[in-house]
């Protein structure tokens, strides 16, 4: 509770708009001379006891009006005192009580309506005690509300439907790192991630000192990855019959359904005042999705309605020391996919579809991905058969995890994760399936008698963050003879190296072809050796690497280094045309996202950014 007391010759004030949570019937104006006036902006810590924190709020307001003589108390919402507001639920009752205690106390008491806009004017007495501000939060020693206990059991699921103890797969598997995570055991680990180095010796990723820790400066090679990981989700959802949608990344906390929403979630967030209005931005698309789902008229005969946003950015406030590289941001790229089912059954089928995306991700980027599994007890129970289809489907064991009771909005949900360089998760696609926010935002739909119905909603994202999917790639290049990228996402796909002057025309002519064929290629025409150029194509991750010489400008045929095939020391060369090259490359990058170079054609125009 933030509470500021003044000794006012009088204070008087008149309604002028309401807000959504205003409070009524309200005296729309009302005056009170010589009077203490208490201003009160109730806390989200204040719920931990709110009772503890009425008393002492009163007994602050008491001591001041005894020390200043004066009997009249006016209870004032002030919501500008605090950017960690309570529930407006919350807020009332606790003001209502302040009042009441005090009237009981032998105080005039009025009390200024909540959830308005108000005009107001007072005139403090300017003595020594006319002004003191307080902070109250709950007694170390107030007694705290039970939380519910819940009980977690895990196992592990098979294809064949089997159950197995965790300690069966405590291994040195991908799979194991996920058990061993979700248990607790913990995983020795030293140095930075592998990705750190290279997102920044790649020229794909830097910090930026003069913004907040986990803002992130994409560089033109990097920006061009995050764009066609962004183009890829947009084709998977456009596939899947989603509609794009682009919301707002910020929101105002007077709104009930995303206060409770933000608030219930407890996901660390950036709030702040914008005018006398308390705002956040979002952590997730949920916050507009649910707003725009909530002003549609929805037949059932829409459903399931998929609406997918690419979150540009959403924002939380982590722990400065948890911030690190790619992995754990503040400010993130989400795909983001919602779906209103007609009931849980449309929700399960839904939910399969969508799992079977997820797993397909894992192909494209060439990272192994593990799974957990999350359910209620009671969901388990009733849907048995149905988890053990999806195990079967997913083709690999599967971690469950059993609540005994629900504490989440979900009732179940699965979460798919690669592995990184330190045997740690890297968490990826995710499926949930929501029972709560469909009527939390008034989201519903009529059956034909008229029953309102509020359907389960899915929640999707069918890649995981653009930031923790290039994480999980630039990781995995630890498990490869040569690091490379997935030609479809290298910057660069052909380089062509000119061994003198006389073979630049024939290599720009060479690169101008592939560029109309939709292959990134550039020309190393720089005043450098010819090693020296091979060596940095390799540096750059280039997939191929053509040498121009005179056989190549005579003949037409190209020596190739294909980096993919390579291993070390030992490169894997092809002879082949430019017409059979760009074949390879097409096939190759078949039904993937295509984007030109960002960066100039020719690399003497290429400046260093790193």
């Known amino acids: 509770m933030r509470l500021l007391l003044i000794h006012s010759d009088f204070i008087e004030y008149e309604a002028k708009k309401k807000t959504k949570f205003a409070e009524e019937p309200c005296n729309p104006s009302d005056r009170l001379d010589d009077a203490l006036v208490a201003f009160c902006a109730v806390e989200s810590p204040d719920a931990d006891d709110i009772d503890d924190v009425i008393s002492q709020t009163v007994n602050a307001i008491r001591e001041m009006a005894g020390k200043v003589e004066c009997n009249r108390v006016m209870v004032y919402p002030y919501a500008h005192l605090s950017s960690d507001l309570a529930a407006p639920d919350l807020a009332v009752g606790a003001l209502k009580s302040i009042e009441d205690s005090l009237e009981k106390a032998g105080h005039e008491v009025k009390r200024a309506p909540f959830g308005w806009y108000k005009s107001f004017s007072l005139s403090c007495k ?305 499926v949930q399936i929501d029972v ?44 490869q003879k040569v690091a490379h990228l997935p030609t479809w996402l290298t910057p660069t796909q052909v380089r062509i190296i000119p061994v003198t002057d006389n073979h630049l025309g024939y290599a720009s002519e060479l690169a101008e072809k592939l560029t109309k064929a939709r292959i990134r290629a550039d020309v190393d025409d720089r005043d450098d050796s010819l090693n020296k150029k091979i060596r940095a194509a390799g540096m750059d991750w280039v997939s191929y690497v053509i040498v121009i010489g005179d056989s190549e400008t005579a003949s037409g045929n190209l020596t190739v280094t294909v980096r993919s095939q390579s291993e070390p020391n030992k490169p894997h060369k092809i002879t082949c045309t430019a017409e059979k090259l760009i074949e390879m490359i097409a096939e190759e990058t078949a039904g993937m996202p295509y984007r030109p170079m960002y960066t100039p054609r020719m690399l003497s125009l290429k400046p260093r950014y790193i």
């Not at 950015?313 to 919602?338: C, N, W």
């Open 126 to 430: 300017g003595h020594p005690l006319s002004e003191l501000s307080r902070s109250i939060t709950p007694s170390e020693d107030a007694v705290k509300p039970e939380k519910k206990h819940i009980e977690h059991k895990f196992f592990v699921m098979t294809p064949e439907g089997t159950v197995h103890d965790v300690k069966e797969y405590m291994d040195d598997s991908p799979f194991a790192a996920l058990i061993k995570k979700e248990m607790g055991t913990v995983v020795p680990v030293g140095g930075e991630p592998v990705h750190v180095d290279l997102m920044r010796s790649k020229e794909f990723v830097d910090y930026e000192p003069v913004s907040d820790v986990g803002h992130l400066r994409w560089l033109p090679r990097g920006k061009l990855v995050r764009d066609l990981l962004a183009d890829y989700a947009l084709s998977l959802v456009l596939d899947y019959g989603a509609s794009p949608v682009e919301t707002p990344v910020m929101y105002d906390l007077a709104d009930k359904a995303i206060f409770e929403h933000a608030d219930k979630f407890g996901e660390r967030q950036y709030r702040f005042k914008s005018g006398n209005r308390n705002m956040m931005l979002r952590f997730a698309a949920c916050f507009g999705m649910f707003t725009t789902m909530r002003s549609m008229h929805i037949s059932p005969n829409h459903l399931p309605m998929k609406m997918y946003e690419l979150s540009t950015y959403s924002f939380r406030h982590e722990q400065k020391g948890e911030v690190i590289g790619l992995k754990r941001l503040r400010a993130f790229t989400m795909p983001d996919m919602h779906s209103l089912c007609k009931d849980l059954e449309n929700a399960l089928t839904c939910f399969e579809e969508q799992l079977a995306i997820g797993w397909k991700t894992g192909r494209d980027f060439g990272t192994q991905l593990v799974a957990v599994f999350r359910c209620t007890e009671e969901f388990y129970k009733d849907h048995e058969t149905w988890i053990k289809k999806i195990v079967k489907e997913s083709n690999v064991p599967i971690l469950i995890e059993t609540l005994s009771d629900r504490v989440h909005y979900w009732i179940a949900k699965i979460d798919l994760a690669a592995i990184d360089g330190q045997n740690r998760p890297i968490e990826n696609p995710t």
């Open 436 to 479: 709560e926010s469909s009527k939390r935002f008034g989201i519903k739909y009529h059956l034909a008698d008229g029953t309102e119905v509020y359907p389960p909603i899915l929640h999707c994202s069918p890649t995981g963050s653009v930031e923790r999917v290039f994480c999980a790639i630039l990781e995995n290049t630890v498990n």
